[in-house]
């Protein structure tokens, strides 16, 4: 299972929605991409959240405690085999 972490940063352009869109593309069942961007761009998520859904993952967001920083957790569809 491979942990992939990307911070967004302050702004979300079309370079960060490429590098999102690669890292989705070699997911295998059982990991995980999470990713991280500031809450006051948390207005950008329906872009990233449809790009997952196209990517077909299934996503969890969630803010942190402070609520400075937003996240989004992908994970590929369907069950883990074992």
């Known amino acids: 299972?491979?942990?992939?972490?990307?911070?967004?940063?302050?702004?979300?352009?079309?370079?960060?929605?490429?590098?999102?869109?690669?890292?989705?593309?070699?997911?295998?069942?059982?990991?995980?991409?999470?990713?991280?961007?500031?809450?006051?761009?948390?207005h950008e998520t329906d872009r990233l959240l449809a790009l997952l859904a196209d990517a077909n993952l299934d996503c969890q967001t969630h803010g942190s405690h402070s609520g400075q920083t937003f996240f989004i957790i992908a994970t590929p569809r369907g069950r883990e085999s074992r």
């Open 1 to 42: 299972m491979r942990e992939i972490s990307i911070n967004l940063g302050p702004s979300i352009e079309q370079g960060d929605l490429e590098i999102v869109r690669a890292a989705a593309s070699h997911l295998k069942p059982g990991d995980h991409l999470t990713l991280s961007l500031e809450a006051a761009d948390a």
